[in-house]
DNA sequence: ATACCTGTTTCCCG
DNA sequence: CCGGGAAACAGGTA
């Protein structure tokens, strides 16, 4: 379930095991989330390690541990965290699981689409410090997204909006909102947009990415009632404003939700 | 059985 | 070199 607010609120299940030293680690032997990086290496440098501090930058997440060691971490489409107690059997799923004295941390990803990574420095790695500015930031600009749709005029907004080299954090049921609350269609082409329309998405960005952040982010609930959130998921929903049936189809290679009155793609 | 899925990377095309 | 799109990755669920 992880876009911008759910990892957020899944970074957070951890915070139990802030300043506690790490016993042991349990690493899956199979897990794609390892890609290159040495499971070996990765048990020696956790193994009594102490858990610092953590945060999160769109949908990647960064722990800090003590002896110059950082954890990257990625839920891709299934990963999720947890806490448990001592007692914890690892499950089949579980790609690392941190033992401490009196609590478990898990990382779980049964399709394997996250990744972690490793790195050992003074500093926070190189790849953390270049991710692109987030949604949430004031450095966030009109002229930012306006750039963006100039250099991918040919792509459809909802396919550009899930590029996170621009939207660090948007997944597929923000996007859809973000569209549906600017009535823009998810086809419609990025260098199509009036300066209106993107200032209408502009805002719209801010307000689902900080409406996320304060309803899920804060409790791992769902967003406000009234949101598309609510009905986007399988066929047969109704817009909450235009009361019609919504329409769903693939677009920008995902399904893709709107509402064929609010979002029309040409005006005839 | 079949289709679908809140994500990213890789590969191929023009 | 680039931008854009499809496929691949893998397992659970309906």
Known sequence: MPELAEVAFACRQWDIGLGKFIKKVHVHPKSRVFR???????????????????????????????GNRWLGLHLGMTGNLTSDTPSYTCQKHDALVIFQSCKVLVFRDPRQFGRLRLHIGTIPPEWWANLPVSMLDP?????????????????????????????????????????????????????????????????????VARGAMKSVGEHGGDPPRGWLFHVRWKDGGYCPKAKIPLVREE?????????PTLQKLSYD
């Open 139 to 207: 450095e966030f600009t009109l002229s930012f997204l306006l750039k963006a749709c100039e250099r991918h005029a040919k792509r459809p907004m909802k396919a550009l909006l899930l590029d996170q080299r621009y939207f660090q954090g948007m997944g597929n049921w923000m996007a859809d909102e973000v569209l549906w609350r600017a009535e823009i269609h998810p086809a419609l082409r990025a260098g199509q947009m009036s300066r209106e329309q993107t200032l209408k998405i502009f805002n719209q960005i801010k307000f």
């Open 251 to 259: 677009i920008g290679g995902r399904t893709s939700c709107w509402c």
């Open 36 to 66: 290159d990086l040495s499971r070996k290496q990765l048990v020696r440098e956790l193994t009594g390690a102490k858990l610092l501090s953590s945060s999160t930058h769109g949908k990647q997440m960064l722990f800090q541990l003590s």
